[in-house]
């Protein structure tokens, strides 16, 4: 029967998908799915409160994603780095009367509780991260709300920290309860407080997680302990109240698509439970998409189909009797699985409460929509959609030239409410710093760079044909600083902020960061307490097809930002500019409108209303008159009095390629191994090396094969073993920041051995240049992912931009006899460190992260320069 019921949701699924979605979805609530899980209580995780900001609050940090403020696909849609669009527009997790929305949603779709998601503090472990806004504010918002919530100790993914420590866990917990546990909207079950936390990726064992428990009930009482784990552990300890080991998630096979609920099959899971006396939940989810963060996920894990595939998973668990449902996730925006109601759930349908809709049906009930946050909580560009009237100006839609690469332009223009008014165009920007011309010295503008190193104004050429199109000069410094002198004042202090660069075809996500100082302190969640002075403006494309504009097309990138907060101009007229390896053409900002800089055109409307319209007109003489290229700021203003967000456009006036001024060609040498290598490899061929990795050209200023490994592990057995010393040169280049690459020599069972970590880090430490270290490996099962080695050495500085080509010439070395091993990085000796306990050497491992190049591999026995 079972089998049958999810063949009849699959017809419906059809169905569904092929229709045209409507503002209300009963028609899509499958009348035999009503109520089903009214008996049984269900839960929310994954309530992110990790949401930061600054735009409305200029105190908090910028937090778990990325916005350069500016429209996206329609006036009222911010632009931002995550998947789906929140319905109340862009919010910091702090703002109390979107946290009120958010509950009275929950409680409108019939959750019972929603579980807001909190980290320990790394260093000592007893706190958790932001508790003077995640608890009592919270609390105290849950109860005036009629609502309850409870917490999940995200102790799993703290690798690496004192928190894991059973004992530490324990006083963190009984601090904790303490502080929450008689609260009147903290969840309590069979009247005790429950405490959440997940056990995959973090199993310290039965004994210890018994006693941990045993220490947290003698001093606050009896607990609720729910746990996240594997069924067969956790359900050993005696004091474990309910489990939760499946997710829907894993039930959709990646390659087929196929749903198949013997995966992590509820069913098993609640009879393991039971058997112990425990209860028992399934974990489910609507839908799964990580793409935005590409470098964690690598699929979209399973489509909503419109809340069918939520009611599909309910329907199919309730059949085998769980003890509850946990959901995931409220609005976990960074894997796109969110219920919270958003604009675009399932490919923009008109319906944003299509979830809270679906659950309520399932709850036996009708979803009441709550009425909107207030308008002063919200952002002024979402107002239309909410009923506060027109807060957005309109979009840039397209811009193209006349007769391909003519005299003049065509500027698409968009707004939603009011008519379009004006467009102003402003060349170059009011402050710029653009790139001598090909073959020159002299930079041309009105900021000045003063610190920092650029490389020669070389001649690009164009994409798509034999064009010169411009110049740029390759930014050399991790940081060039640009100063725009006494009068930065007049641009007021949030100016529109851009930058082109040339466009890369092999790596179109490539950008540059730009610093400013705040005129507010910023507040870090971690480390805990600290304090920063100057805020970061990301000109980098999110992971999304759109983020690559048509102008990319021509050779040239371009972004524009608003800073999230008022700079202060005053105390730092300059601009630091983080971007190594970027070819700049222009730094630009652009000021307050000016009437003088209108388009004195007639648009041509699209509409009778005026919403849609079209500017024609020439390309100045001295834009046409002048090499190069030019850039061009481009920005519309409604009735209302609203100014969009600005484009800044590339203008190249598309000349005669001159060789003599591009950059040379770097030749590649052939690689020179001594006769005694016992691994020599320029990366022509993976035959020889075993597990996931590829080869994979670089063509940059040199045409070369590399060895790209990701998040995986991959080996190669010596052609014949070293007993002894070895030597092992290579080349090697992260893609990413915030990555760690191992390369380590093991025996054969692939449990001890030396080798070096280099970790690219965060880009504003170690001067973008990533920490380089020495490792021993000691291991009792061969050497895994997520395989600890102990250091060796310090970890300092490699002296070589991580992402920065060309690829850091390694050396390491170890001596069998001294016990002596050395690190060299570009000749440069980096790390030393001393072990004698291994001196047989079988296979060379390398540990990718998301991803590390390799190339020109040669391994010695012996010492060698």
Request: proline content about 6%; charged content about 20%.
């Amino acid at each position: 029967m079972r089998r049958l019921y999810h063949l009849l949701l699959s017809v419906l699924f059809l169905c569904v998908t092929t229709a045209t979605l409507s503002a209300q979805t009963v028609d899509k609530h499958d009348p035999k799915t009503f109520g089903i899980t009214k008996n049984i209580p269900v839960f929310c995780q994954e309530w992110h409160v990790w949401w930061g900001f600054s735009y409305t609050h200029p105190h908090r940090a910028m937090s778990h994603m990325t916005t350069r403020l500016t429209s996206d696909m329609e006036p009222w849609r911010m632009q931002w780095d995550r998947n789906g669009y929140p319905y109340v527009g862009i919010y910091d997790s702090t703002n109390k009367d979107v946290i009120r929305w958010q509950m009275q949603c929950m409680n409108a779709a019939g959750l019972d509780a929603t579980v807001v998601m909190i980290h320990p503090e790394m260093s000592e472990g007893i706190t958790f991260l932001n508790e003077d806004q995640l608890l009592l504010p919270i609390l105290d918002l849950a109860a005036e709300q009629n609502y309850s919530i409870f917490y999940m100790d995200e102790v799993a993914f703290r690798k690496g920290s004192i928190c894991r420590d059973p004992k530490i866990m324990a006083q963190r917990i009984i601090r904790f309860l303490k502080i929450v546990k008689d609260h009147p909207g903290f969840l309590k079950i069979d009247d005790k407080p429950v405490y959440y936390y997940q056990t995959f990726g973090y199993w310290p064992g039965v004994e210890a997680t018994t006693q941990m428990m045993a220490t947290v009930e003698k001093e606050v009482g009896e607990v609720y302990w729910m746990i996240f784990g594997d069924v067969n552990k956790v359900s050993q300890v005696p004091q474990v109240d309910a489990i939760i080991s499946s997710a829907s998630v894993h039930r959709t096979d990646s390659r087929t698509r196929i749903v198949d609920m013997t995966q992590q099959d509820p069913a098993a899971t609640i009879a393991v439970g039971h058997k112990a006396n425990k209860k028992v939940g399934d974990l489910i989810y609507p839908k799964f998409d990580g793409t935005a963060q590409p470098w964690r996920q690598k699929q979209v894990s399973a489509y909503g189909k419109a809340a069918q595939m939520l009611q599909r998973h309910i329907a199919a668990t309730m059949e085998d009797k769980p003890d509850f449902l946990m959901l995931s996730s409220w609005n976990d925006y960074e894997e796109g699985a969110n219920l919270e109601p958003a604009w675009d759930i399932d490919g923009l349908t008109d319906d944003p409460f299509l979830y809270c809709r679906m659950l309520a049906h399932l709850r036996g009930k009708t979803f009441k929509q709550p009425a909107n946050p207030p308008k002063e909580s919200v952002i002024p560009m979402v107002w239309e959609k909410l009923g506060y009237g027109d807060g957005a100006g309109p979009i840039i839609d397209r811009v193209y030239r006349s007769h391909q690469r003519g005299g003049a332009m065509w500027v698409n223009v968009r707004d939603t409410v009011s008519p379009v008014a004006a467009l102003e165009v402003v060349w170059e920007g009011d402050r710029y710093w653009k790139a001598a011309q090909p073959g020159e010295e002299k930079d041309t503008g009105n900021i000045t760079l003063t610190e920092g190193e650029v490389g020669p104004a070389y001649a690009q050429q164009g994409l798509l044909g034999d064009f010169q199109i411009g110049s740029a000069r390759e930014l050399l410094a991790t940081t060039q600083t640009f100063d725009l002198g006494s009068t930065a004042t007049e641009l007021g202090v949030q100016p529109w902020i851009g930058a082109a660069w040339a466009f890369e075809p092999t790596n179109p996500r490539a950008g540059i960061s730009i610093q400013a100082k705040s005129v507010n302190e910023i507040v870090l969640s971690e480390p805990k307490g600290q304090l920063r002075t100057h805020q970061t403006i990301k000109l980098i494309p999110a992971n999304k097809p759109r983020e690559i504009s048509e102008q990319a097309w021509t050779g040239w990138q371009s972004m524009v930002a608003m800073p999230p907060r008022a700079i202060d101009w005053q105390k730092e007229s300059t601009l630091e500019l983080i971007g190594r390896g970027r070819k700049l053409a222009i730094l630009s900002i652009l000021g307050q409108p000016r009437a003088s800089r209108f388009i004195d055109v007639t648009p041509e409307k699209h509409d009778e209303k005026g919403l849609n319209v079209t500017y024609r007109f020439e390309i100045p003489d001295h834009v046409l008159d002048t090499p190069g290229v030019h850039f061009a700021w481009i920005r519309a203003q409604d009735a209302a009095g609203n100014w969009g967000s600005p484009k800044l456009i590339p203008v190249p006036n598309f000349e005669r390629p001159w060789s003599e001024l591009k950059e040379p060609l770097v030749e590649t040498m052939p690689l020179d191994a001594s006769s005694d290598s016992v691994i020599a490899d320029d990366m022509q061929d993976k035959a020889k090396w075993q597990g996931k990795a590829e080869i994979q050209r670089l063509q940059r200023m040199e045409d070369r094969s590399v060895l790209v490994v990701k998040n995986s592990v991959i080996t190669r057995k010596l052609d014949q073993p070293i007993n002894g010393s070895f030597t092992l040169t290579m080349d090697m280049l992260h893609t990413n920041y915030q990555r760690g690459g191992i390369v380590v020599l093991l025996n054969d069972q692939l449990k001890q051995g030396y080798g070096l970590v280099w970790d690219s880090s965060n880009e504003k430490y170690h001067s973008g240049q990533g920490a380089v270290g020495l490792l021993k490996y000691d291991l009792t099962e061969p050497f895994v992912f997520g395989s600890h080695g102990q250091s060796l050495s310090p970890r300092v500085s490699s002296g070589h931009v991580a992402v920065q080509q060309p690829l850091a010439r390694m050396r390491l070395t170890y001596n069998a006899q001294t016990g002596d091993i050395k690190l060299w990085v570009d000749g440069k000796l980096k790390a030393a460190g001393k072990d004698k306990q291994f001196t047989t050497f079988n296979q060379l491992l390398i540990r990718g992260n998301t991803a590390q190049m390799f190339d020109n591999i040669v391994l010695r026995p012996g010492v060698h320069e």
